[in-house]
């Protein structure tokens, strides 16, 4: 391997102390607890897990984190009557609803309810349209990771080529404006892109994130070229051999192919380890940011876009 590894693990740890820095200076000088309002509609496992390590980080920042599990067959009326108490609630701060939503859910619509200053997750139509005109707004948190840690590397981004490989709302078109916001020449790719190997082999910086296994081999990447790898899928590893269960044991991987680009790459982050944690971390960053803008205080330096 000759990539430098962007440690995600140490790098979240870093923004994690930094917001409880700041969180105990908002208690200390303003009587200020910022809150984190987290919504989980139904028992989807993977949810659960994410809001239980939400909740859980929320506290060990020192701030107040308000759960909200509701049964998979609550009604729309009854979710946006929610949505409307922690809009009104001074001490909630960002307001964050898990996706995927249950089916008979209007995701858009419950999205688009939140207060779009408290919208931490920066999903709301009006965040959406604040990034894209370059204007101050709530930021979606696996692309701002993503963003501080290339900032964190490079320096200065001005100019470089990047290649978004995905185009989700979530992560893919967000990453494409933060990286043109500072000034890099970006494309989205997707999987009707023609000859996507040769548009990945021009980028100095590549961020995957499509969902699927190893699919960026080594051979696409141009040599001493960033890789910031957004998937994280589970597959079968046999060579790890069965569970007691009899199933073949799993690991994770990113949607790069990771040895083969190491090879090649100037700096790579790794699955697990890399952008993972850094969403997190960037949740409780944007609710201390939410929390400061709405008492018109100085936001934290260096945890916003
Ligand atoms: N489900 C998977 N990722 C996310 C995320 O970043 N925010 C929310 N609200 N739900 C998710």
Redesign the pocket.
Known sequence: MTAQLIDGKAFSARIRAQVAEHVTRLKADHDLTPGLAVVLVGEDPA?QV?VRSKGKQTVEAGMASFEHKLEADTSEADLLALIDRLNADPEVHGI?????LPKHLNEDLVINSIDPAKDV?G?HISNVGLLGTGQKSMV???PLGCLMMLRDFHGSLSGLDAVVIGRSN?VGKPMAQLLLGDSCTVTIAHSRTRDLPEVVRRADIVVAAVGRPEMVPGDWIKPGATVIDVGINRIDAPEKGVKEDGSVKTRLVGDCHFDSCAAVAGAITPVPGGVGPM?IACLLANTVTACCRAHGLAEPEGLTA
């Open positions: 949810s994410y964050l609803v898990q996706l995927p997750d999903f979606p948190c696996t979530i969403t």
